[in-house]
């Protein structure tokens, strides 16, 4: 009987996938059952891996772009998403689209010719003993979400997003801006003063702007609490007003000026470096919300990092479940990874996929979890998912606002241009994760090249674990 470690993953997509091979490239045998096509979900139309079920891009690329770093890591990681998506490419200027059915054919392959794992097509119902990655997805099937609920508490897991845009706080006018608590309670928020004529501007843009068409499968049911503010602003002119951009106890604190209007925003990482604009969950596309956003007075320049969206989701309470490291708090076994982890799009779904299955396999070795450094984008990411603001919490996608900024000045003094910042910060966080990669043997072999054959698995086990540089006690990384 095979005594070698063994754990299980939970759902072949985009993180399940990534998790798969990189346990496998650890030396640890891997279970990954995949429901389709015995059951299958309300948006994926194939059997096969990591199937793409909206758009064929994994995000924007080059050094001066927050998905750009994340996917450059993977690719010094060696993740098998990003691996494959390079080979799969098609032209689509900066970003990085693939042919769909390239990818998930070739992700399929090498998965399915990998010694080490074993796929079972069948529908999980209860959750695995022993180390186990769960990645599920967005449409984690009932049963299974049941599963999950009864473990963690009904609390603690989302079945929708209705998310407000994020912004960058370097780009709030803080001019304009102000600090103050609603009547007189603690001054954590940041108000946004709008007289009459700007509420009267916000109001046209907001009627001229277009929504996302939902999918038929999702037709958008809203909770009165969480209406999109397009919603309300449809309802009637006043409406906002006496909803989320309610003025009362939001005075001016030096001049006591009342408003027409207010929009709050609330801080959403513990350096303060996002801030969510409360109330404003939104379905409108996104070059739309941007116009909105940027009527509103303080936040004419706004860089929104993360944009409002409004769909059906299944993700757990991240902040209050999860370590950074990406296994639950209270059982060290289980990891999660993907939009069951609280990230949000392919690319993000892959490296949390890469990550969890990396420390699953690490686990099953008797070896500690790894961290990667702050100042990488998936360790960004993965330290935001863990010590978010848990209430409200919302999916995160890879933003520059998930990683410490550059200084504003080059060491001659001179001030840099938000692109030479960028590129710093990439450089910073490539160098930093590329260490940290080396420093526990986790490097990804050379580069797949674009023509290489589909039939031979990039990610094959090479060495075994022990032959791996020895874990630092604790958790591993920065
Ligand atoms: C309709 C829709 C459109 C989206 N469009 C985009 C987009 O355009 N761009 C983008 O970046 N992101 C998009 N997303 C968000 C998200 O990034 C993708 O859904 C991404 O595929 C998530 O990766 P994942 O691995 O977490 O989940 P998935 O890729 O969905 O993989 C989860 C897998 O688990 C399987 N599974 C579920 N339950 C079980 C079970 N009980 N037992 C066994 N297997 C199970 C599923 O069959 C599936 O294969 C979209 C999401 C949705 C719902």
Redesign the pocket.
């Known amino acids: 009987m095979d005594s070698r470690p063994r754990i299980t993953v ?7 996938s990534d998790a798969a091979l990189a346990a496998a490239r650890q030396g640890v045998d891997v279970d990954l ?4 096509p015995v059951r ?2 309300p ?2 139309a194939t059997d096969r ?7 064929n ?3 924007g690329t080059g050094e001066t772009n927050a998905k750009g770093l994340l996917q450059a890591e993977m690719r010094a990681a060696g993740g098998a998403i990003v691996t494959h998506a390079d080979a799969s490419r098609v032209p689509a200027g900066g970003a990085l689209a693939v042919d769909r059915s390239v990818l998930a054919e070739r992700v399929t392959a090498a998965v399915e010719a990998h010694p080490r794992i074993t796929v079972r097509r ?4 209860t959750l695995p003993d022993g180390p186990a990655v769960l ?7 009932d ?2 979400a049941a599963a999950i609920a009864e473990r963690l508490g009904e609390d603690f897991l989302g079945f929708y997003d209705a998310a407000a845009p994020i912004v960058d706080v370097d780009s709030i006018d803080m001019d304009v801006a102000y600090r103050k608590g609603r009547y007189d309670q603690a001054a954590d928020y940041l108000n946004l003063p709008l007289r009459e004529a700007d509420y009267a501007r916000f109001l046209e843009a907001i009627g001229e702007a277009r929504s996302h068409t939902p ?1 038929d499968w ?1 037709k958008l049911e809203f909770f009165e609490g969480c209406m999109p503010i397009e919603e309300l602003a449809r309802r009637g002119p006043e409406t906002p007003r006496f909803g989320p951009m309610k003025p009362v106890g939001l005075e001016h604190p030096e001049t006591g000026e009342r408003f027409h209007a207010v929009v709050q925003l609330r801080q959403e990482d513990a350096a303060g470096r996002m801030w969510s604009l409360v109330g404003f969950q939104t379905g409108l596309k996104w070059g739309d919300q941007k116009t909105v956003v940027t009527t509103l007075p303080g936040l004419e320049n706004a860089d929104v990092v993360r944009y409002g969206v409004m ?3 299944t993700y757990l309470n991240a902040p209050r479940l999860l370590e950074a490291h990406l296994a639950l708090r209270n059982d060290a076994d289980l990891f999660v ?4 982890a609280g990230t ?6 892959s490296a949390t ?1 890469w990550l969890a299955g990396t420390n699953a396999a690490r686990r099953a070795l008797g070896l500690d979890p790894l961290l990667p450094p702050e100042t990488s984008m998936l360790g960004g990411l993965v330290r935001f998912l863990s010590g978010a603001n848990p209430d409200g919490f919302q999916p995160m996608n890879a933003n520059w606002g998930l990683v410490p900024n550059a200084p504003k000045k080059d060491d001659a003094g001179r001030r840099m241009a938000k692109k030479d910042r960028r590129a710093w910060m990439f450089a910073r966080g490539l160098e930093a994760f590329t260490g940290f990669l080396g420093a526990h043997g986790l490097a990804a072999a050379p580069a797949v090249p674009n023509d290489a054959p589909q039939d031979a698995p990039q990610d094959a086990p090479k060495d075994a674990p022990h032959d791996r540089a020895p874990a630092p006690a604790g958790v591993g990384g920065d």
């Open positions: 939970v759902g072949a997509g985009m993180a399940g059952v995949e429901m389709r299958t979900t948006a994926h891996f990591a199937e793409m079920v909206c758009s891009s994994l995000g069948e529908e999980l119902t990645a599920t997805g967005p449409l984690t099937s049963t299974f999918h999702e769909h059906r989701n990874a993907g939009v069951l949000e799009g392919y690319l993000e779904s996929g």
